[in-house]
Structure formats: C-alpha cells, structure tokens
C-alpha cells in the first residue's frame, strides 16, 4: 500500500483562502486550488472530502484565526478598545492590504448564492455577526460606562452595522468603506449628547 503523502493542513487551508476569498466559492475552481495549494485534486478530496469540505475548513480557520483574533481585545475593559479594532481594519483597508481590500470573507459567503442554498453557511454566518455584535456590546460598555443598558445596546448595534457595512463595501468602494468605518468613533462620542 502506497504511503499516504503529508501536508501542513493550516498551510492548505490558508492558500485555499486566498484563492475563496478572492474568486468565492462558486467561482473558485478545482484548478485553482491544486495550483494554489500544492495538492491534487485527489489529495484534496482525500483529507477535505470535497471543495465544500475545504471551504468549510477554510471558513472555520478565518473564524478562529482572524476574526476572533480581532475581536478577542474588545470588552477587555480598554476604553480605546474599539477604536483600536476600527483603526487597524481602515489602515489595512487604505494601505490596499489584499485580504483586507476583499472585505470580509464570512460576510461575502454570506452574501453569495451559498447562503441561500445552504443552512450551515448562513448559521456560520449568523454566528459570527452575533459574536461580533456581542465584542462590540462590551467594548461600547467600556468606552461609554455613562450609558444605560438600552442605550448601549442600540449604539453597539450601530457600530455593528457600520462595521459590517465598511467591511462589505471594502471590496467595491475602498472610499466608502473607510469613510463609514471612520464614522465610527465620532458616533461613540457622540451618542446621547443632545
């Protein structure tokens, strides 16, 4: 029996990311990913068990090594915490970092046909927005401790969405996005001062 060939499993998925984020799943090709990854269409499918099964992989390894990378400072009890997360995605976003110029590769599985067709993308989905929301919650209740809980709740889902909208137009309209994304600090500083 032929031995069975290794290969660093967190080195594939991270090729494989490159190649989904940037063409999305249905427009990545098989080709694309044996170029990128190094491995053969059987290789892949063999530890994988499909394109799908290396997507997953791929949307499971940026959920833990980015995202919550991103969001693990936030609710730590640093009032400037928020600010920190929104100035290094415009700095990424400005400087044309290519991941970061892609936007958000959750949100982009979640707006593509994918989502639709699929309960485990939009949960994956979900989940992560709710996560987010929830890091951006407690990081509004360390910057703004002079706030009742409601409004805490309705200003963090402000900035939720300004986050989840900078990261979507980061990919069409680099200028929209770091301007909704800069958006972001004068509203905490600004919330409930009338």
């Known amino acids: 029996m032929g031995r069975m060939p290794s290969f660093d499993r967190s080195v594939v998925v991270d090729a494989a990311r490159d190649v989904f984020w940037q063409r999305g799943y249905a427009e990545a090709g098989i080709a694309e990913l044996e170029e990128a990854t190094g491995l053969t269409r059987s290789s892949i499918y063999n530890a994988f068990g499909s394109k799908r099964g290396l997507f997953d992989a791929v949307l499971a390894a940026y959920l833990d090594d980015v995202v919550r990378t991103r969001l693990r400072p936030l609710g730590g009890g640093d009032p400037g915490a928020l600010e920190a997360y929104v100035d290094e995605m415009r700095t990424a976003i400005a400087e044309d970092a290519p991941r970061a110029r892609l936007g958000c590769l959750l949100l982009n599985a979640g707006a593509s046909p994918l989502a639709s067709d699929d309960a485990e993308v939009r949960a994956l989905v979900s989940g992560y927005t709710a996560e987010m929301r929830s890091a951006i ?10 706030l009742a809980p409601d409004a805490v709740d309705a200003l963090a889902a402000v900035c939720a969405s300004l ?4 990261l979507t137009l980061a990919r069409a309209d680099r200028d929209a996005s770091l301007a909704t994304l800069a958006s972001i600090p004068s509203t905490l500083t600004s919330w409930g001062s009338r």
């Open 137 to 146: 919650r407690a990081a509004v209740t360390d910057r703004r401790p002079d």
């Open 163 to 166: 986050v989840v909208a900078g």
